[in-house]
């Protein structure tokens, strides 16, 4: 994996700092018709971070944690499901070729999340994605419901992580210079 993804998430969570956590989803796949889907494209965000492909993904980026500071929630690999819809990369990919410190299959999302939020006053994520706003509402919460057992904060305030990202994603490094200068050409 080419290391300007490593450099982006370094950055984001320098700049989140270690008292916050910042959940960016990956794009879903769309149905067309049935059983027939779009094209998939990535969330550009996400893309940004992670490099990562695959629909259906959750990245979590909590700077300083005993667990790490990036974590990626993927589909399960499913040999049956890849016949048709093509390779998955699965949890252990997701942290040998796109450097997780940790990886879980994206039905512990609901699980896993709320303890990484413990210890975090702000949570940056976007508003916005009809997929996932309930979802992480009811996280939050989740994780202020268990912070007392567990003698940590939680998130009390929630930021616009895009406004981060946008910022970061306007000034290119080198290696992007180099890369939208080939695409040019």
């Given at each position: 994996m080419p290391d300007r993804f490593r450099d982006h998430r370094n950055e984001l969570t320098r700049r989140i700092g270690s008292g916050a956590i910042a959940v960016v989803p990956a794009s879903t796949e769309q149905i067309r018709n049935n059983d027939v889907h779009h094209?998939?494209?990535?969330?550009?965000?996400?893309h940004y971070l992670t490099g990562f492909h695959e629909p259906d993904a959750v990245a979590v980026f909590t700077p300083g944690h005993d667990d790490?500071?990036?974590h990626l929630f993927v589909r399960p690999r499913d040999r049956e499901m890849e016949t048709w819809t093509g390779y998955r990369t699965g949890t252990e990919g997701?942290?040998?070729?796109f450097s997780a410190d940790n990886a879980y299959e994206i039905?512990?999302?609901s699980e896993v999340l709320p303890r990484l939020m413990l210890g975090r006053d702000t949570l940056f994520y976007r508003l916005g994605n009809q997929h996932h706003d309930a979802q992480m509402t009811e996280l939050v919460g989740k994780s202020r419901s268990i912070r007392e057992r567990?003698?940590?904060?939680a998130p009390i305030a929630i930021h616009d992580v895009a406004s981060i990202l946008a910022d970061m994603r306007l000034r290119k490094s080198t290696a992007e210079l180099d890369s939208l200068r080939a695409a040019c050409e």
């Open positions: 094209e998939f494209r990535q969330d550009s965000d996400f790490g500071d990036f997701a942290k040998t070729q039905s512990e999302f567990y003698g940590r904060s």
